[in-house]
Nanobody
């Protein structure tokens, strides 16, 4: 089973990052995928989803700034994050959506937005 997010880092407010997530084909195939995030002291939240056909949904806090996409042939899900704000600071995870696969969480990637 693979749900491995990467691409996080430290960025200044207003900056951009692109996250990638390598996903096992058995999870990706035919399922809606999503990016979640968990900030310190807060519950994990779903911020974006993408269907197998490319239809997307965004939480209000990221709509217009984040773009989710997927490459089914490469078993990869992406999250392009622009105009980052300090409140976007969190550990980001990818998983099946809206219900995580088998309640299993793979490796997340830390995003820190700070001047």
């Amino acid at each position: 089973v693979q749900l491995q997010a990467s691409g996080g880092g430290l960025v200044r407010p207003g900056g951009s990052l692109r996250l990638s997530c390598a996903v096992s084909g058995s999870i990706l195939s035919g399922n809606i995928m999503g990016w979640y995030r968990q900030a310190p002291g807060k519950q994990r939240e779903l911020v974006a989803t993408v269907t197998t056909g490319g239809s997307t949904f965004y939480a209000g806090s990221v709509r217009g700034r984040f773009t989710i996409s997927r490459d089914n042939a490469q078993n990869t899900v992406y999250l392009q994050m622009n105009s980052l704000k300090p409140e976007d600071t969190a550990v980001y995870y990818c998983n099946e959506a809206p219900t995580p696969w088998n309640n299993y969480w793979g490796q997340g990637t830390q995003v820190t937005v700070s001047s």
